[in-house]
Nanobody, 116 residues
Framework: QVQLVESGGGLVQPGGSLRLSCAAS????????MAWYRQAPGVQRELVAA???????NYADSVKGRFTISRDNRKNTLYLQMNSLKPEDTAVYYC??????????WGQGTQVTVSS
């Protein structure tokens, strides 16, 4: 099993910034794609951004130019730098890690609230 622990969420005003982190531990062989998802109340969970082990990234249109995903493969840690935050970015943010045939793993989520 792989455990994922997110941190860095909180309350921020519109236009502000937050940096989320996700630390992986446990039975790690080789983590493949890592990603951030988010889920607002009453809305289906959606992909925010993903990154391959080599650093190839993919973003949802709604966050392009504002969010930056990165990872430290030596530390098995994933990051999400969120700038110019908007009220519609309010959601629980989840980290996901894929480890080939061993499966996919999810963190417990961290709340991000953008409000004045």
């Amino acid at each position: 099993q792989v455990q994922l622990v997110e941190s860095g969420g909180g309350l921020v005003q519109p236009g502000g910034s937050l940096r989320l982190s996700c630390a992986a531990s446990g039975f790690i062989v080789r983590i493949d794609t890592m990603a951030w998802y988010r889920q607002a109340p009453g809305v289906q969970r959606e992909l925010v951004a993903a990154i391959s082990p080599g650093g190839i990234t993919n973003y949802a249109d709604s966050v392009k130019g504002r969010f930056t995903i990165s990872r430290d493969n030596r530390k098995n840690t994933l990051y999400l730098q969120m700038n110019s935050l908007k009220p519609e970015d309010t959601a629980v943010y989840y980290c996901k890690a894929s480890q080939g045939t061993y499966g996919n793993y999810w963190g417990q989520g961290t709340q991000v609230t953008v409000s004045s």
